[in-house]
T-cell receptor, first 117, second 110 residues
Framework: EAGVTQSPTHLIKTRGQQATLRCSPI?????VYWYQQALGLGLQFLLW???????NRGNFPPRFSGRQFPNYSSELNVNALELEDSALYLC????????????????FGDGTRLSIL | GDSVTQMEGPVTLSEEAFLTINCTYT??????LFWYVQYPGEGLQLLLK?????DKGSNKGFEATYRKETTSFHLEKGSVQVSDSAVYFC?????????FGSGTRLSIRP
């Protein structure tokens, strides 16, 4: 079974540019989560998509946005990049059950390292 | 609000030492609890989980017990190895959110 895949592995941008990060969940998983992991810090929750809809959003400005496609893959878009956006962006997917949703572990990709110059 | 608090690192131990990484949470309802591990240059991997009070999760010699009375999920291992060097994250998940602790970096000396 293929795991969660993220692309690109590394992305270098300059301030003010826009970045697009991509994530393909494990086959059969319908929920996709995005996290930001800045150097030396823990995971900060960004966005959660399920069945094509945004279900929850972390405490990030609107220039962080995304979408989920009919095949459940997802994009994270970051507009007007700032230096502090430099981080590892992790995507995770889960199998969406019914009432057992909360006990599903998250399966993570290896991340996209975004560097802002 | 809901939160997860875990032991600050870094933690440095000698090989074969006993490990405890503390994790406590505040939450409404009955969340599921997880420990994830992140090896250098990789994403997070599930280490173990517990879905209800008094459950014990275990994997690769690591154990953690879901203690509702103390709202804790401490990670333990009886004898650590160099290969256990990584960052460990405690997390809880409910129907509407998942919250991670800030991570604890563990380094094991040969």
């Amino acid at each position: 079974e293929a795991g969660v895949t993220q692309s690109p592995t590394h992305l270098i941008k300059t301030r003010g540019q826009q970045a697009t990060l991509r994530c393909s969940p494990i086959s059969g998983h319908t929920s996709v989560y995005w996290y930001q992991q800045a150097l030396g810090l823990g995971l900060q929750f960004l966005l959660w998509y399920d069945e094509g809809e945004e279900r929850n959003r972390g405490n990030f400005p609107p220039r962080f946005s995304g979408r989920q496609f009919p095949n459940y893959s997802s994009e994270l878009n970051v507009n007007a990049l700032e230096l502090e956006d430099s981080a590892l962006y992790l995507c995770a997917s889960t199998l969406r059950g019914h009432r057992a949703y909360s006990n599903q572990p998250q399966h993570f990709g290896d991340g996209t390292r975004l560097s802002i110059l | 609000g809901d939160s997860v608090t875990q032991m600050e690192g870094p933690v440095t131990l000698s090989e074969e030492a006993f490990l405890t990484i503390n994790c406590t949470y505040t939450a409404t309802g009955y969340p599921s609890l997880f420990w994830y591990v992140q090896y250098p240059g990789e994403g997070l991997q599930l280490l173990l989980k517990a879905t209800k009070a008094d459950d014990k999760g275990s994997n690769k010699g690591f154990e953690a017990t879901y203690r509702k009375e103390t709202t804790s999920f401490h990670l333990e291992k009886g004898s650590v190895q160099v290969s256990d060097s990584a960052v460990y994250f405690c997390a809880y998940s409910s129907a509407s959110k998942i919250i991670f602790g800030s991570g604890t970096r563990l380094s094991i000396r040969p």
